[in-house]
């Protein structure tokens, strides 16, 4: 069975603070996909990334940063030098291979304050 | 672009009544969901659909059912509405894609904007 675990649910960071957002997963399966999705006080669900099983390549998108390990079975997120506008609901998901069946954590409530 | 359009986007039942939300997506994409959001506890799926005419339960099935008649539109019903239904619910879909092996790959899900159900 696949499970998403985000331990932290609400942290609060100061602008142009740095900040990682923890997600440790659970699966059987070799093949699988990891994404993060942001939800801001609007409520929409913005795609931030996804990532396969067998590409364990950190990724740097602008502020942005992620950190696949398989090894310990992780996909953290990192925002570097943070701002007011990263506040925001942020969720990691798994989808195991063939299944097209998204599990998603519980999320964590991000707010920079200025 | 339209993408995901989830009607309505706010709803206030009785206890008991029935209502169908609407998913319409316009991408052409092979699956569809519905998940629904609670304080707390992220999104879980209720159902969802890898094709016209097919259905499956998700996670959380109870007290819902789901057409996919046509393959932009994916329905979801409440036949007898309950307090425990309140909640945010939101359609998703996604494309089918093949890699270079000839396997599927499981690409991003677009959500819809979200629609905010209270049952009273």
């Known amino acids: 069975a696949q499970k998403v675990t985000q331990a932290q649910t609400e942290i609060s960071v100061v602008e142009k603070e740095d900040v990682t957002l923890d997600c440790v997963y659970e699966t059987r399966d070799t093949t699988y996909y990891l994404f993060w999705y942001k939800q801001p006080p609007s409520g929409e669900l913005v795609f931030l990334i996804r990532?396969?099983?067998?590409?364990?390549q950190n990724e740097i998108s602008g502020r942005y940063s992620w950190n696949f390990q398989k090894s310990t079975s992780s996909f953290n997120f990192t925002i570097t030098a943070s701002q007011v506008v990263d506040s925001a609901v942020y969720f990691c998901a798994l989808s195991e291979g063939y299944g097209q069946n998204f599990v998603f954590g519980p999320g964590t409530r991000l707010s920079v304050l200025p | 672009n339209a993408g995901v359009t989830q009607t309505p986007k706010f709803r206030v039942l009785k206890t008991g009544q029935s209502m169908t939300l609407l998913c319409a997506q316009d991408?052409?994409?092979?699956?569809m969901y519905w998940y629904r959001q609670d304080p707390g506890m992220g999104l879980r799926l209720i159902h969802y659909s890898v094709g016209e005419g097919t259905t499956a339960k998700g996670e959380v099935p109870d007290g819902y059912n789901v057409s996919r008649l046509k393959k932009q539109n994916f329905l979801l019903g409440l036949e007898s509405a309950a307090p425990s239904q309140t909640s945010v619910y939101f359609c998703?879909?996604?494309?089918?894609?093949?890699?270079?092996?000839?396997?599927?790959?499981?690409?991003?899900?677009?959500f819809g904007s979200g629609t905010q159900l209270s049952v009273l």
């Open positions: 998703a879909s996604s494309p089918q894609l093949w890699s270079g092996t000839g396997r599927s790959t499981n690409e991003k899900l677009f």
């Open positions: 990532r396969n099983s067998f590409d364990e």
């Open positions: 991408m052409n994409h092979e699956y």
